[in-house]
């Protein structure tokens, strides 16, 4: 175990429960986890989560369901605690009561995941290896009232420390007015909400040539989440909920980078210029986003993004220099394990390697900064310190 401020904490980590994975065995259309002979004439399962996907899905096995395997990767990677998630597509697949009875099922289930895990204990802190993030079912025709009922629930799961959530959302999507009550309940419960991608963008876009699963996850992925934080922008969700907790998968997608140029449109835009009370940049500093980016040059021009966001409150006359260290306390590591797993069994996972490199070479953090994105911004945002 790493000293209490060198923990190193994955939050960006998912699991598909027994529960969930027998459901998607007994599907007979995509989402849904399949049996297929291999060319070797052996039998595999493969899991389907998109329609099309090459290679007719992606080989499953224990690493996907099977606690003990979690945290056999946690031990091979030195990570001390990792807070998990259902995989998408979570249950945007089902209809609204199957959905709601689901979720409290898979909640619970996940509450006992983690709950009866071991511990992690480092100078002063005792705590579990194992946290998570429950579901919320948000479906079409689900009531609000059964929203608010699963956020009570999360809230009241002493392992659960926020709940995940795909980009459509009810009704319109998740600018939709209709889930303010839901947005109020988990700001006033302290969750934290991680926002992740599932469908991607019209397919259409990636043309005829076969580029395999490479344009839609590395593009349409990101591209999805950028669209959908910047409709909750727009809708001025961070303006009536101020404090809400919003943690970007992928660091944000292209957010960032395209954050100014947002700025600029929404102040050429009579329909959205007088909506907001601040400049969009200013936004960014409420957000928080994962390390995921596998590269140090995207990790600091992101914490740079986040810093400046004082100089843009409405009514500021300070334009202080960006200090990018202060931008890389609300940025946070992930593995996004199980997925793109080593070619050999003999690999450590890059998703691990990479990330963690990126992070110790980002030019402007200093020591502490990058002990604070690999745990230490984790272990405060998530309140792992019982």
Request: hydrophobic fraction near 40%; charged fraction near 25%.
């Amino acid at each position: 175990m790493t000293a209490a401020g060198r923990l190193l904490v994955d939050i960006h980590t998912h699991v598909y429960l027994p529960r969930y994975a027998s459901l998607l065995r007994k599907r007979t259309s995509v989402p849904l986890i399949r049996s297929a002979t291999t060319r070797e004439g052996t039998t595999e399962e493969r899991l389907l989560i998109l329609d099309h996907e090459p290679s007719g899905g992606r080989p499953v096995g224990a690493q996907y369901w099977d606690r003990e395997e979690k945290l056999k990767f946690m031990d091979r990677h030195g990570i001390d605690v990792s807070v998990v998630s259902t995989a998408n597509p979570w249950l945007d697949f089902l209809p609204a009561p199957q959905a709601h009875s689901l979720a409290s099922e898979l909640n619970n289930d996940l509450e006992e995941y983690c709950a009866s895990s071991p511990d992690a204990t480092a100078q002063g802190y005792s705590i579990k290896r194992l946290y998570g993030f429950g579901l919320l079912p948000l479906v079409p025709e689900i009531s609000t009232s059964a929203l608010l009922e699963i956020v009570q629930q999360i809230s009241e799961l002493p392992h659960l420390r926020g709940l995940i959530m795909g980009t459509r959302g009810i009704g319109k999507g998740l600018d939709d007015e209709a889930l303010d009550p839901v947005w109020a309940a988990i700001e006033k419960a302290g969750l934290v909400i991680f926002l992740h991608p599932h469908y991607g963008v019209d397919g259409k876009a990636w043309g005829d040539k076969d580029n395999g699963h490479v344009l839609p996850l590395a593009l349409g992925f990101p591209f999805e989440t950028t669209i959908a934080a910047t409709r909750l922008i727009l809708s001025g969700v961070f303006d009536r909920f101020p404090t809400l907790r919003l943690l970007l998968a992928h660091s944000g997608g292209a957010l960032p980078a395209l954050s100014s140029r947002l700025a600029s449109c929404i102040d050429h835009d009579p329909v959205v210029a007088s909506r907001l009370k601040h400049d969009a940049r200013y936004y960014l500093g409420r957000l928080y986003l994962d390390a995921v980016a596998y590269g140090p040059e995207e990790l600091g021009f992101v914490s740079d993004t986040i810093a400046r966001s004082e100089r843009y409150i409405s009514g500021s006359s300070v334009s202080p220099a960006p200090d990018r260290s202060s931008g890389s306390k609300r940025m946070l590591f992930g593995t996004d394990h199980p997925f793109f797993p080593p070619l050999s069994s003999t690999e450590k996972w890059k998703s691990v390697v990479e990330n963690l490199e990126s992070i110790d070479a980002v030019q402007g953090w200093s020591q502490a900064d990058k002990d604070g994105v690999r745990g230490k911004n984790a272990m405060e945002l998530f309140k792992l310190r019982e």
